[in-house]
Protein backbone atom coordinates (compact mmCIF):
# COMPACT_ATOMS: atom_id res chain seq x y z
CA UNK A 1 0.00 0.00 0.00
CA UNK A 2 1.34 3.86 -0.97
CA UNK A 3 1.38 6.49 1.63
CA UNK A 4 3.73 9.13 0.53
CA UNK A 5 4.05 11.34 -2.37
CA UNK A 6 7.14 13.43 -3.21
CA UNK A 7 6.41 16.48 -5.46
CA UNK A 8 9.64 18.07 -6.78
CA UNK A 9 9.17 21.61 -8.13
CA UNK A 10 11.35 24.18 -8.87
CA UNK A 11 9.21 27.03 -9.07
CA UNK A 12 8.21 27.23 -12.91
CA UNK A 13 5.13 27.22 -14.49
CA UNK A 14 6.12 24.08 -16.69
CA UNK A 15 7.13 22.05 -13.13
CA UNK A 16 3.85 22.75 -11.74
CA UNK A 17 2.10 21.07 -14.70
CA UNK A 18 2.17 18.02 -12.12
CA UNK A 19 -0.25 19.84 -9.47
CA UNK A 20 -3.27 18.69 -11.04
CA UNK A 21 -2.62 15.22 -10.89
CA UNK A 22 -0.41 15.13 -7.75
CA UNK A 23 -4.25 16.73 -5.90
CA UNK A 24 -6.05 13.87 -8.13
CA UNK A 25 -3.52 11.06 -6.78
CA UNK A 26 -3.25 11.70 -3.12
CA UNK A 27 -6.19 12.64 -2.99
CA UNK A 28 -7.63 9.21 -4.87
CA UNK A 29 -5.02 6.94 -3.44
CA UNK A 30 -5.21 8.36 0.32
CA UNK A 31 -1.54 9.69 0.30
CA UNK A 32 0.04 12.18 2.04
CA UNK A 33 1.81 14.80 0.05
CA UNK A 34 5.15 16.59 0.02
CA UNK A 35 6.51 19.34 -2.30
CA UNK A 36 10.06 19.50 -2.67
CA UNK A 37 12.12 22.16 -3.41
CA UNK A 38 16.11 21.36 -4.24
CA UNK A 39 17.83 25.27 -3.62
CA UNK A 40 21.24 25.20 -4.97
CA UNK A 41 23.95 26.28 -2.42
CA UNK A 42 24.63 29.72 -3.76
CA UNK A 43 20.69 30.72 -3.14
CA UNK A 44 20.81 31.40 0.43
CA UNK A 45 19.63 34.53 0.40
CA UNK A 46 16.49 33.23 -1.65
CA UNK A 47 15.71 30.59 1.45
CA UNK A 48 12.71 32.32 2.59
CA UNK A 49 11.29 32.83 -0.83
CA UNK A 50 11.53 29.33 -1.86
CA UNK A 51 10.40 28.27 1.76
CA UNK A 52 7.09 30.44 1.46
CA UNK A 53 6.76 29.05 -2.35
CA UNK A 54 6.06 25.09 -1.21
CA UNK A 55 4.53 26.24 1.61
CA UNK A 56 1.98 27.71 -0.47
CA UNK A 57 1.71 25.18 -2.72
CA UNK A 58 1.19 22.82 0.22
CA UNK A 59 -1.61 25.21 2.16
CA UNK A 60 -3.17 25.44 -1.27
CA UNK A 61 -3.17 21.59 -1.29
CA UNK A 62 -4.48 21.38 2.32
CA UNK A 63 -7.29 23.66 1.55
CA UNK A 64 -8.35 22.36 -1.33
CA UNK A 65 -8.28 18.22 0.74
CA UNK A 66 -10.43 20.00 4.17
CA UNK A 67 -12.50 21.22 1.22
CA UNK A 68 -13.57 17.98 -0.06
CA UNK A 69 -13.39 16.07 3.05
CA UNK A 70 -10.01 13.92 2.33
CA UNK A 71 -8.49 13.24 5.67
CA UNK A 72 -4.55 13.08 3.97
CA UNK A 73 -1.68 15.58 4.77
CA UNK A 74 0.04 18.23 2.13
CA UNK A 75 3.50 19.79 3.65
CA UNK A 76 6.69 21.89 1.89
CA UNK A 77 10.41 21.46 2.21
CA UNK A 78 13.29 23.15 1.18
CA UNK A 79 16.75 21.44 0.86
CA UNK A 80 20.30 22.29 -0.34
CA UNK A 81 22.15 20.47 -2.96
CA UNK A 82 22.06 18.88 -6.24
CA UNK A 83 18.51 18.23 -7.52
CA UNK A 84 18.43 14.55 -8.01
CA UNK A 85 20.76 13.58 -5.48
CA UNK A 86 18.72 15.51 -2.83
CA UNK A 87 15.10 14.01 -4.91
CA UNK A 88 16.46 10.42 -3.76
CA UNK A 89 17.91 11.14 -0.19
CA UNK A 90 14.65 12.83 0.91
CA UNK A 91 12.91 9.95 -0.71
CA UNK A 92 15.28 6.94 1.09
CA UNK A 93 15.26 9.31 4.12
CA UNK A 94 11.74 9.67 4.51
CA UNK A 95 10.01 6.70 3.35
CA UNK A 96 8.42 7.73 0.38
CA UNK A 97 6.60 5.53 -2.02
CA UNK A 98 5.88 7.34 -5.28
CA UNK A 99 7.79 10.54 -6.85
CA UNK A 100 5.80 12.42 -9.51
CA UNK A 101 7.36 14.99 -11.86
CA UNK A 102 6.48 16.99 -14.64
CA UNK A 103 8.44 16.37 -18.14
CA UNK A 104 9.92 19.53 -18.41
CA UNK A 105 11.71 21.85 -15.63
CA UNK A 106 13.04 25.58 -15.62
CA UNK A 107 14.64 24.78 -18.65
CA UNK A 108 11.42 24.90 -20.65
CA UNK A 109 12.77 22.12 -22.69
CA UNK A 110 12.61 18.10 -21.89
CA UNK A 111 15.05 18.73 -18.98
CA UNK A 112 13.06 16.63 -16.21
CA UNK A 113 12.18 13.82 -18.91
CA UNK A 114 15.18 13.34 -20.98
CA UNK A 115 17.78 16.05 -19.16
CA UNK A 116 20.58 14.99 -16.27
CA UNK A 117 17.82 15.33 -13.24
CA UNK A 118 14.92 13.20 -14.06
CA UNK A 119 17.20 10.80 -16.25
CA UNK A 120 19.36 10.31 -12.45
CA UNK A 121 16.18 9.95 -10.73
CA UNK A 122 15.07 7.46 -13.19
CA UNK A 123 17.72 5.29 -13.17
CA UNK A 124 18.75 5.60 -8.94
CA UNK A 125 15.23 5.63 -8.31
CA UNK A 126 13.95 2.54 -6.21
CA UNK A 127 10.02 3.59 -6.46
CA UNK A 128 7.82 4.43 -8.92
CA UNK A 129 8.43 7.78 -11.01
CA UNK A 130 5.29 9.06 -12.30
CA UNK A 131 5.88 11.58 -15.47
CA UNK A 132 3.48 14.26 -16.29
CA UNK A 133 3.85 16.19 -19.67
CA UNK A 134 3.93 20.24 -18.84
CA UNK A 135 1.42 21.85 -21.24
CA UNK A 136 -1.02 18.57 -21.49
CA UNK A 137 -1.84 18.83 -18.05
CA UNK A 138 -3.38 22.12 -17.90
CA UNK A 139 -6.03 21.00 -19.94
CA UNK A 140 -6.74 17.48 -18.59
CA UNK A 141 -8.99 18.05 -14.75
CA UNK A 142 -8.34 14.76 -13.33
CA UNK A 143 -10.52 14.94 -10.34
CA UNK A 144 -13.28 14.72 -13.07
CA UNK A 145 -12.37 11.37 -15.14
CA UNK A 146 -15.10 9.22 -14.88
CA UNK A 147 -13.15 6.34 -15.30
CA UNK A 148 -9.59 5.22 -15.53
CA UNK A 149 -8.12 3.20 -17.77
CA UNK A 150 -4.62 2.25 -17.28
CA UNK A 151 -2.30 1.12 -20.24
CA UNK A 152 0.38 -1.57 -18.97
CA UNK A 153 2.94 -1.78 -21.42
CA UNK A 154 4.21 -5.55 -21.58
CA UNK A 155 7.37 -7.40 -23.75
CA UNK A 156 6.47 -10.40 -22.97
CA UNK A 157 9.62 -10.45 -20.31
CA UNK A 158 9.73 -11.15 -16.42
CA UNK A 159 11.66 -7.73 -16.20
CA UNK A 160 8.15 -5.55 -18.05
CA UNK A 161 5.32 -8.15 -15.41
CA UNK A 162 7.16 -6.61 -12.89
CA UNK A 163 4.99 -3.12 -13.39
CA UNK A 164 2.15 -5.29 -12.51
CA UNK A 165 1.92 -5.41 -8.69
CA UNK A 166 2.50 -1.45 -8.41
CA UNK A 167 -0.52 -1.40 -11.27
CA UNK A 168 -2.34 -3.91 -8.61
CA UNK A 169 -2.10 -1.64 -5.54
CA UNK A 170 -2.63 1.21 -7.17
CA UNK A 171 -6.17 -0.08 -8.38
CA UNK A 172 -7.34 -1.46 -5.51
CA UNK A 173 -6.58 2.05 -3.50
CA UNK A 174 -7.96 3.94 -6.20
CA UNK A 175 -11.00 1.43 -6.84
CA UNK A 176 -10.92 -1.44 -8.92
CA UNK A 177 -14.78 -0.65 -10.01
CA UNK A 178 -13.65 2.59 -11.47
CA UNK A 179 -10.51 1.79 -13.31
CA UNK A 180 -9.87 -0.63 -16.31
CA UNK A 181 -6.33 -2.19 -17.17
CA UNK A 182 -5.42 -3.51 -20.53
CA UNK A 183 -2.59 -4.93 -20.82
CA UNK A 184 -0.76 -3.83 -24.60
CA UNK A 185 1.80 -5.98 -26.48
CA UNK A 186 3.23 -4.63 -29.82
CA UNK A 187 4.47 -6.55 -32.18
CA UNK A 188 6.98 -5.17 -34.72
CA UNK A 189 7.80 -6.52 -37.96
CA UNK A 190 10.89 -7.88 -38.92
CA UNK A 191 13.23 -5.94 -40.86
CA UNK A 192 14.02 -7.72 -44.31
CA UNK A 193 17.75 -8.91 -44.06
CA UNK A 194 20.31 -8.03 -46.31
CA UNK A 195 21.16 -11.62 -47.43
CA UNK A 196 17.36 -13.06 -47.87
CA UNK A 197 17.35 -15.30 -51.19
CA UNK A 198 15.05 -14.43 -53.50
CA UNK A 199 14.78 -18.41 -54.58
CA UNK A 200 12.90 -18.81 -51.39
CA UNK A 201 9.42 -19.99 -51.78
CA UNK A 202 7.75 -17.22 -50.24
CA UNK A 203 8.77 -13.66 -50.65
CA UNK A 204 9.82 -11.40 -47.97
CA UNK A 205 6.27 -9.52 -47.80
CA UNK A 206 4.48 -12.85 -47.54
CA UNK A 207 7.35 -14.34 -44.67
CA UNK A 208 6.54 -10.98 -42.59
CA UNK A 209 2.71 -11.37 -43.09
CA UNK A 210 2.56 -15.47 -41.87
CA UNK A 211 5.50 -14.46 -39.16
CA UNK A 212 3.37 -11.46 -37.71
CA UNK A 213 0.33 -13.61 -37.82
CA UNK A 214 2.01 -15.89 -35.50
CA UNK A 215 3.37 -13.79 -33.47
CA UNK A 216 -0.47 -12.11 -32.80
CA UNK A 217 -1.24 -15.63 -31.72
CA UNK A 218 1.88 -16.62 -29.24
CA UNK A 219 1.83 -12.86 -27.90
CA UNK A 220 -2.59 -13.02 -27.55
CA UNK A 221 -2.29 -16.75 -25.76
CA UNK A 222 0.27 -14.67 -23.58
CA UNK A 223 -1.93 -11.71 -22.76
CA UNK A 224 -4.70 -14.08 -21.83
CA UNK A 225 -2.27 -15.68 -18.84
CA UNK A 226 -1.55 -12.56 -17.95
CA UNK A 227 -5.11 -11.43 -17.63
CA UNK A 228 -6.21 -14.53 -15.73
CA UNK A 229 -3.75 -13.44 -13.10
CA UNK A 230 -4.81 -10.01 -12.80
CA UNK A 231 -8.55 -11.36 -12.53
CA UNK A 232 -7.89 -13.73 -10.03
CA UNK A 233 -6.65 -11.06 -7.80
CA UNK A 234 -9.93 -8.82 -8.18
CA UNK A 235 -8.91 -6.28 -11.12
CA UNK A 236 -11.13 -5.51 -14.34
CA UNK A 237 -8.47 -6.26 -17.85
CA UNK A 238 -8.34 -7.29 -20.70
CA UNK A 239 -5.59 -6.93 -23.12
CA UNK A 240 -4.73 -5.77 -26.87
CA UNK A 241 -2.47 -6.91 -29.25
CA UNK A 242 -0.92 -4.06 -31.52
CA UNK A 243 1.10 -5.02 -34.97
CA UNK A 244 3.84 -2.11 -36.23
CA UNK A 245 6.19 0.12 -35.26
CA UNK A 246 6.31 0.08 -31.08
CA UNK A 247 6.59 3.64 -30.55
CA UNK A 248 3.65 4.55 -32.88
CA UNK A 249 1.39 2.01 -31.95
CA UNK A 250 1.56 3.12 -28.15
CA UNK A 251 1.07 6.84 -29.08
CA UNK A 252 -1.84 6.23 -31.47
CA UNK A 253 -3.87 3.65 -29.20
CA UNK A 254 -3.13 6.01 -26.10
CA UNK A 255 -4.49 9.38 -28.00
CA UNK A 256 -7.57 7.34 -28.90
CA UNK A 257 -8.27 6.29 -25.01
CA UNK A 258 -9.75 8.11 -23.02
CA UNK A 259 -8.70 8.59 -19.72
CA UNK A 260 -6.07 6.91 -19.68
CA UNK A 261 -2.71 6.22 -18.16
CA UNK A 262 0.46 4.47 -19.27
CA UNK A 263 2.12 2.04 -16.73
CA UNK A 264 5.50 0.55 -17.69
CA UNK A 265 9.27 -0.91 -16.55
CA UNK A 266 12.17 0.88 -17.09
CA UNK A 267 13.96 -1.72 -18.46
CA UNK A 268 12.38 -4.28 -21.46
CA UNK A 269 13.14 -7.84 -22.99
CA UNK A 270 16.91 -6.46 -24.20
CA UNK A 271 18.24 -5.78 -20.54
CA UNK A 272 19.21 -2.54 -21.67
CA UNK A 273 16.71 0.95 -20.69
CA UNK A 274 15.07 0.49 -23.62
CA UNK A 275 11.87 1.60 -22.57
CA UNK A 276 13.20 4.69 -20.95
CA UNK A 277 16.28 6.28 -22.54
CA UNK A 278 16.02 4.35 -25.95
CA UNK A 279 14.04 5.90 -29.13
CA UNK A 280 10.56 3.43 -27.83
CA UNK A 281 10.16 5.51 -24.81
CA UNK A 282 11.29 8.51 -25.92
CA UNK A 283 8.95 8.82 -28.77
CA UNK A 284 6.23 7.19 -26.27
CA UNK A 285 7.44 10.38 -23.79
CA UNK A 286 7.28 13.37 -26.20
CA UNK A 287 3.53 11.94 -28.00
CA UNK A 288 1.75 10.80 -25.89
CA UNK A 289 -0.39 13.86 -23.21
CA UNK A 290 -1.62 11.14 -20.21
CA UNK A 291 0.79 10.97 -17.10
CA UNK A 292 3.61 7.96 -17.39
CA UNK A 293 4.26 5.38 -14.18
CA UNK A 294 7.77 4.30 -14.20
CA UNK A 295 9.05 1.01 -12.84
CA UNK A 296 12.93 -0.10 -12.16
CA UNK A 297 12.66 -3.88 -11.81
CA UNK A 298 14.59 -5.58 -9.50
Same mark, same amino acid.
Given at each position: ?234 ? #? ?35 ? #? ?25
Amino acid at each position: MYQRLLVPLDGSKLAEAALPFARQLSGRLGLDVTFLHVSGSDESRLASMHHAYVNGVADNMKRQFKEAGIPVEARGRVVVGHPAEQILQYVQKNHIDLILMASHGRSGVMRWALGSVADKVLRASEVPVWLVKAGSAQESDYDKWPKITALVLLDGSELAEQVLPHVEVMVKQRGADIVDVILVRVCEPPAIPSDYPPSMPLSWDEHVKQEMAKSRQRNEQYLLAVEKRLRDVGL #SVRSQVLMGKAADEIVDYAAKTPFSLIAMTTRGRSGL #SRWVYGSVAEKVLLGVSCPILLVKPH
